[in-house]
């Protein structure tokens, strides 16, 4: 959904492991001479650099969606994304990067050991 009177566009995932609908709201007064009428498409895949600045928040609403402010820098079409496959392999990486960081901790444990 794009607010035509805040340049806010709106941009929601619901995460298929948890009931947690993401929400980002990205501000793109910035970057207008990039966003195109298929950008603001229900369904259109995008990719986007920003940043959360100071007066970013992280908001939890009682429905469970997590809203997060952006400032955009840069946008354009992520061009047909293979969702699914996209979220398996960031939760992939999630689980191999908590696996290393137990390893660490293990390994930390077993030098003050000796």
Sequence with gaps: ???EDTGTLFLQHKSQSSATTYQAAINVEHVLESLRPSYLEI???LNIVGY?????SIKESATGCITVDVQALMLWSAGDVNLDEYVKTVEERRAAENRIKATRKDWALTSDNK
């Design 1 to 3: 959904m794009y607010d």
């Design 43 to 45: 369904g259109a895949r």
């Design 52 to 56: 959360k600045g100071r007066e970013t």
